[in-house]
Every structure is written in structure tokens, then in C-alpha cells.
């Protein structure tokens, strides 16, 4: 008996950790490392599971993530804090862009 896979929006098969993640019932975070955005109001930002800052200015932050790019926008940005594993961003956030 073979199996079939159901193709995503863009016809392309889920991988095979993703697939593993939805049939066990874990998040997709912890099996294949999605990024984890917290927003807190319009200040703070945290971004957990992210790669490195691609671009930082006070105004637009960028950040890699394992399968896209986050664009943060506003006023006085910064980074108030980062670990191998998190980041907090701190100002007046505009915008939240995600980039494939």
C-alpha cells in the first residue's frame, strides 16, 4: 500500500518533519524550529527561534529565520536584548512584514 501526500496551497508536499509534527500533535516550533513572534501591545516585540539580524536601524529591523525573512518598522527601535535563542525588540512598531 502506498501513501499519498496532500500538497500544501503552492503544490508542494509538506516536509517530512512537518508532517511528522501534525500526525503526533507537536507544534510546528519544536519539531522543525518555526520562528515564535510574541507581540506585546504596540512596544514590544520577541522573536524566538531566529537565525541572525539581517539589517538594524532605529526605524526597520530585519531578522533571518529558518524559512523567511521578519521585517519590523517604526520609531526609536532596538534591540533590548538577544540570546542564541530570543530577541526583544523595544520602540513603536508600525509594521510586521514577513518575506518568503
Not at 77 to 95: A, F, P, R, S, W
Request: hydrophobic share 30%.
Amino acid at each position: 500500500m502506498t501513501r499519498k501526500h496532500r500538497a500544501n496551497k503552492n503544490n508542494q508536499i509538506p516536509e517530512r518533519g512537518s508532517r511528522l509534527a501534525d500526525g503526533i500533535g507537536l507544534p510546528r516550533d519544536v519539531s522543525c524550529g518555526a520562528a515564535i513572534i510574541t507581540v506585546s501591545g504596540r512596544r514590544e516585540l520577541v522573536v524566538e527561534n531566529y537565525k541572525g539580524i539581517v539589517s538594524y536601524d532605529d526605524e526597520c529591523i530585519c531578522i533571518q529565520t529558518k524559512d523567511c525573512k521578519v521585517t519590523v518598522s517604526g520609531c526609536r527601535l532596538k534591540v533590548d536584548y538577544y540570546t542564541n535563542e530570543e530577541m526583544k525588540i523595544v520602540g513603536l512598531i508600525h509594521q510586521i512584514c514577513y518575506e518568503v
